[in-house]
């Protein structure tokens, strides 16, 4: 039955009640109608009251417009708030009254039908949802207090500095019998909020799971917060937190107030027990590529889903699942498979930060998920201690801390950093147990509490040998005599136990009262919190797939100088990156390409002249790399290469080697040269050596030296023209497995030396002065400066390069010589040719210039 229909048989009927309820639902979401329609709502309308049969009001010609204004303004008053205008004067239109009833006699029904009441397939036999009585010993605030959109932070005092030695530890550990009981743990808690507290949760036991969920988001002040633009809650979470602590996880800060990450580094992070990656999300929303992430979790359901992170780039992340291949992080073995792996992609340093949000299901018992946990707290704990470097922070989610294992776990933390607080953040749900124990500046010396946290590990991994458990960390005699830790410890359980029990005694009022709702508050503070936070106020949407050429022309509009001689995407491909070098072939070129070494840079190159292995390469996201090949674009799938979005770079395919002779094998790999930009940053204006050392931070972000799938990426080394001779000294031969011998190089790789190498087919050179400004070096000083005149004859000098003295990479691509050795570069490194420039009259030539 489609609305004109319904509305001329209830007219018929002079249903007017049910007609005003239809009119409003059409008009304000005809999805709406048939829906009703469908659950049966309308059909009952229909139904009541049928057979009247007495003749309508249509025969007495009133309508809104020759209405008795009297009446009119009756009608306003009696449905101001109910119904839309449009809704209101199409019963006025009917001759309605308030009050009385459609039909000539005013007999149809006066009071709306009520809504159902339904829920879903319930029937006979369902236990009926209701929160139970409240206990007696409890009492409910009578004045809530107004939420806060800014936190304050309660911070412990400094712990005393002497490290934590081995043989205390081990002198303060002890083990007994298995303990599922919470309700005697008041040594660190006022023991009426601690049975508060479980009281509280034992209301909810018959309310069903909808209704508590229903009843929790219309009290949380902070509830519609959500998601935002992220994968899940915790992602935000995380972003609360760091803004919080003023964003000095995403921003490392030393104590003295400097930045703890110096502009050629990246920032390293891991996150443990974490699926599907929500804090890695949100780390790298903020950070992009310059941010390496080690995740570790179990493997399954519960997986990291980088293909879902939407808001930040996954390409920089690495899943890892320890030696045992399941992400167990209670496996001693994992744990230390998990260090090796992260300290040797971090040079043996370290992360700067560590988040560990892991829990698990523990319906029915969750009043004992302390207890539960206690193995997941050490490993956690246990984890920033391995991977943290000295001077970073940790983040761990906890729950309740009433038990003295976990104060004494808590107690060993303190005495390894720093500056030490448990906080509980507004997007972590009022009326759960969920707090944050939150680690700035790891000290030095923490080494024998890593192997003490280890050994318990070991102890609880194989079940205390099968008769026990580990009760004790830390005495409690030796918790009370640190006063300000036992006061911190007590305060901090009393003030989240109180507050957790009058936010759970919300969800009960709101539970009984459906009308209850703060929607307005709600709007407000998730305004005020997301401004604070710096997050937008958007929802999550798939990121746009762009192809090649639309990401090339991202690229041209983001960057700050754009070729002069592009004005289109087809001349941008033809006349810049199609461009070839220039090549230096005989010796009275040198004059011509290099009047000032100083201004140069090169490089070694396995290509030789027109190797299809060099080229320009754009990257559109994800395994989405493509190579230039003319004027159209060539999918690399096959290489297993991965790149962020908006990616455009300058590179060469390598064959490495390892092993002479028939032993040989080779691998291949990728050698940035040059780029343009990098995951969406534009370093096109930035120097040539700034340009490399931004490729340098790159590949270190990007490399997988643990996945044997994944194209290795390096940044090609970079020497001054100036001391050719001694960087030509790196070159030597080696036996090859299909040749007597080859002019090779190492390969430049930072992680895994272990001796490969590439065999040497060119010498690229890329100037990174541009003029009129040149190169010098001083012969007091015997530093670099840069030396220009200008137009009205002046002379210019800067030790620091200008801004104009910048050649851009556009420039210096368009610019670039190729020096070809290939094929014979044995006879040009031992110059024993006449037909190509060898190695000794570029040195001499180079030497002439230097000396002058």
């Known amino acids: 039955m489609y609305p004109i229909q319904l509305c001329k048989n209830l007219i018929k009927k002079a249903r007017i009640h049910q007609l005003l309820t239809v009119m409003e639902v059409i008009s304000n979401n005809q999805g709406k109608f048939y829906k009703a329609m469908e659950t049966g709502a309308l059909k009952r309308i229909l139904e009541d009251g049928e057979g009247s049969g007495r003749p309508g009001f249509q025969d007495s010609g009133d309508t809104f417009y020759n209405k008795n204004p009297e009446q009119v303004k009756n009608f306003e008053e009696t449905y101001s708030g109910e119904y839309s205008e449009k809704s209101k004067r199409m019963m006025m239109n009917m001759g309605f009254k308030p009050g009385k009833g459609l039909g000539k006699f005013e007999h149809g029904r006066v009071e709306p039908v009520e809504a159902s009441a339904q829920k879903g397939r319930r029937g006979l036999g369902a236990k009926p949802s209701a929160v139970g009585a409240l206990p007696q010993d409890i009492k409910e605030m009578t004045e809530e207090p107004k939420p806060q959109a800014r936190e304050e932070v309660l911070w412990l005092d400094p712990a005393p500095e002497e490290p934590l030695s081995g043989d205390i530890l081990d002198k303060w550990l002890q083990t007994g019998p298995v303990k599922l009981t919470i309700d005697d743990e008041t040594n660190f808690v006022d023991p009426a909020i601690l049975k508060g507290v479980l009281n509280s949760k034992t209301i909810f036991d018959s309310l069903d799971d909808e209704d508590l969920r229903h009843a929790r988001s219309r009290s949380n002040p902070y509830e519609t917060i959500g998601a935002v633009i992220f994968l899940n809650r915790a992602a935000v979470k995380m972003a609360n937190i760091d803004a919080v602590f003023d964003f000095n996880f995403t921003k490392p800060k030393k104590q003295n107030g400097e930045n703890a990450v110096d ?44 293909s879902d992170f939407y808001a930040g780039s996954p390409e920089t992340f690495n899943p890892y699942y320890g030696v045992k291949n399941d992400g167990n992080i209670f496996d001693p073995a994992n744990l230390q498979s998990l260090k090796e792996h992260v300290l040797k992609q971090t040079d043996d340093k370290g992360v700067h930060f560590l988040m560990a949000d892991g829990g698990f299901s523990v319906e029915g018992q969750e009043n004992i998920q302390e207890i539960l946990s206690k193995q997941l707290y050490l490993c956690q704990c246990l984890a920033a201690l391995m991977l943290v470097r000295t001077g970073g922070h940790f983040v761990v989610k906890l729950f309740d801390v009433f038990t003295l294992f976990s104060v004494g776990l808590i107690y060993i933390m303190y005495r390894c950093f720093d500056k030490v607080c448990i906080h509980k953040p507004v997007t972590s749900r009022p009326a759960n147990s969920e707090r944050y124990l939150i680690c700035f500046w790891k000290r030095l010396g923490t080494e024998p509490a890593e192997q003490h946290l280890d050994y318990v590990n070991s102890m609880l991994w194989s079940e205390v040998e099968q008769n026990g458990d580990v009760t004790q960390l830390v005495p409690l005699s030796v918790i009370q005599e640190d006063k300000n830790f036992f006061e911190y410890i007590y305060k901090s359980n009393c003030l989240l136990g109180e507050r957790q029990i ?285 030396f220009s005149v200008g137009r009205d004859g002046k002379h210019n000098s800067e030790y620091n390069i200008p801004s104009d003295a910048k050649m851009d990479m556009i420039g210096a691509y368009t610019r670039r010589v190729m020096w070809p050795w290939e094929p014979a570069a044995c006879a040009i490194f031992d110059s024993q040719t006449t037909e190509h420039v060898t190695r000794a009259e570029m040195e001499i030539y180079v030497s002439s210039t230097v000396n002058k």
């Not at 390598?654 to 040989?664: A, D, L, P, S, W």
Request: net charge positive.
């Open 502 to 786: 009058q936010n759970l005694l919300k969800i009960a009022r709101y539970s009984k009262d459906k009308n209850l709702k703060d929607s307005s508050l709600q709007a407000e503070m998730k305004e005020q919190c997301l401004a604070l936070w710096k997050l937008p106020d958007s929802v999550r949407t798939q990121p746009d797939r762009r192809g090649h050429d639309d990401t090339l022309s991202a690229i041209r509009s983001l960057i700050k100088k754009p070729a002069a001689d592009s004005h289109s995407l087809y001349s941008f491909k033809a006349n810049v990156l199609n461009k070839p070098p220039d090549y230096l072939e005989n010796p009275s070129n040198l004059k011509t390409y290099f009047k000032n070494v100083y201004d140069w840079n090169f490089m070694f190159l396995s290509s030789g002249k027109n190797s299809p292995d060099l080229r320009i390469f754009i990257g559109c996201g994800g395994k989405q790399v493509f190579q230039l090949e003319s004027n159209s674009w060539k999918n690399v799938i096959d290489l297993h290469l991965t790149l962020p979005a908006k990616t455009l770079l300058y590179g060469e395919v390598v064959k490495e080697y390892r092993g002479q002779g028939n032993n040989q094998i080779y691998s291949k790999s990728l050698h940035i040269i040059d780029a343009l930009m990098l995951g969406g940053v534009d370093i096109s204006s930035d120097t040539l050596s700034e340009r490399i050392n931004q490729c340098n931070l790159f590949c270190a972000a990007l490399n997988k030296p643990f996945d044997n799938q994944a194209l290795p990426i390096r940044t090609k080394r970079l020497y001054n023209m100036d001391q050719f001779e001694s960087a030509v000294n790196n070159l030597e031969y080696r036996a090859m497995k299909r040749v007597k011998r080859a002019v090779t190089i190492s390969t430049p790789d930072r992680i895994n030396r272990n001796e490969m190498f590439y065999v040497v087919g060119s010498v690229l050179f890329l100037k990174e002065v541009k003029d009129p400004w040149i190169a010098v070096i001083s012969k007091t000083s015997g530093k670099k400066y840069y």
């Open 263 to 306: 502009k050629k580094e990246i920032l390293y992070f891991a996150d443990v027990c974490a699926g599907p990656g929500g804090f890695s999300e949100y780390v790298l929303y903020r950070k992009g590529w310059r941010a390496k992430g080690f995740g570790f979790t179990l493997k399954g359901s519960n997986d990291f889903k980088l």
